[in-house]
């Protein structure tokens, strides 16, 4: 098969931010020998991509590079012994190069996706869903029954953190912060929704005094130590991200007071060393991606040209739902 020799990308050259990204022509990327070479027809935007933009992301990249974490597309290149082949329908991830006409991903990150499910849908679960299953599941072992806060539930991760909660059988109570957000959250499922404001007193009076037994929190920032208050006995609180940009500190006294727990959730560390299987995860979860239970509330869908606004709506916290890219035609 004949590539085009250079491809159209995302390009961070200067930390400077999303509206400091370019869109640049670049020499199409070169597998290496247990990577696959995919053609690019959507792509999703996620938080780590606005925090690349600026590199603060844990992961750190020499620059220049080109942006973006997850994507869909068609295999158009793969090694010989390889499980892919060409023409192959295909989700992946990645540390970055999602953002682009063509992008290699390693074989242990790509995820076949079934013809039932579209690029567009595909593109906006990978690092979500994921991330999701593996806070819900084995970081905070959720237990049907439990009821459950949930931080930015109208984000790409708040959604499917919803999804993945109802699927263990929770009550949620979901926190956005706008009358669109809450759409959002009742679309994904949520029983609740309630906003920021006060929210320590509305969860006070919908447990009838009792507490929350699990938050899922990707926002951080001033809701911290309310979100701690609002634990029952042995409740605990798992730690996603920064979206709100401030990092939180913990009195520990606290934690002894009511026996509950801070839990870190880092899957994205993980998943780059090895140590946790997003091939495993997926296949686990295909039934529930085919049937729809886990599924983006895609907020908006941007042409290619378009992609550093779509970056920037992320990073001012204006998206609802998901936001995906439409690179390719397919």
Not at 50 to 57: A, I, S
Not at 64 to 69: A, E, I, Q, R
């Amino acid at each position: 098969m004949i590539h085009p020799k250079v491809m159209r990308a995302v390009r961070n050259t200067t930390h400077g931010g999303p509206h400091a990204l370019r869109l640049d022509e670049v020499p199409l990327p070169v597998p290496a020998n247990d990577e696959v070479l995919i053609r690019v027809e959507a792509a999703g935007v996620t938080f780590p991509d606005v925090l690349q933009t600026r590199g603060d992301y844990q992961l750190r990249i020499p620059l220049p590079f080109t942006v973006g974490c997850e994507f869909a597309g068609v295999i158009v290149g793969a090694p010989a012994m390889s499980p892919y082949a060409v023409g192959d329908r295909v989700a992946a991830i990645g540390p970055a190069g999602a953002f682009a006409e063509y992008a290699v991903a390693n074989e242990k990150q790509v995820l076949p996706l079934p013809d039932s499910v579209d690029f567009l849908r595909a593109a906006g679960m990978p690092m979500n869903v994921l991330t999701a299953d593996f806070a819900v599941q084995q970081r905070g072992n959720l237990r049907a029954g439990e009821t459950v806060l949930i931080h930015g539930a109208a984000g790409g991760l708040g959604v499917a953190l919803i999804q993945r909660a109802k699927l263990a059988g929770a009550r949620v109570i979901a926190v956005v912060s706008t009358p669109a957000k809450e759409v959002v959250a009742r679309g994904a499922g949520a029983d609740v929704v309630i906003h920021p404001d006060g929210f320590l007193q509305e969860i006070r009076q919908i447990t009838s005094g009792r507490g929350i037994d699990m938050v899922l929190d990707p926002v951080g920032g001033d809701r911290f130590t309310d979100s701690l208050r609002s634990l029952a006995a042995n409740g605990r609180l798992l730690v996603l991200g920064f979206a709100g940009r401030s990092i939180p500190t913990v009195k520990v006294n606290r934690l002894l007071l009511n026996n509950i727990a801070v839990v870190g959730v880092g899957w994205g560390g993980l998943m780059a060393n090895g140590r946790i299987s997003p091939h495993e995860q997926w296949m686990n979860l295909l039934p529930e991606i085919q049937s729809g239970r886990f599924d983006p509330v895609i907020g908006d869908v941007v042409p290619f040209d378009r992609a550093l606004q779509a970056i920037a709506s992320l990073d001012e916290r204006r998206a609802a739902g998901k936001i995906l890219i439409q690179v390719g035609t397919g």
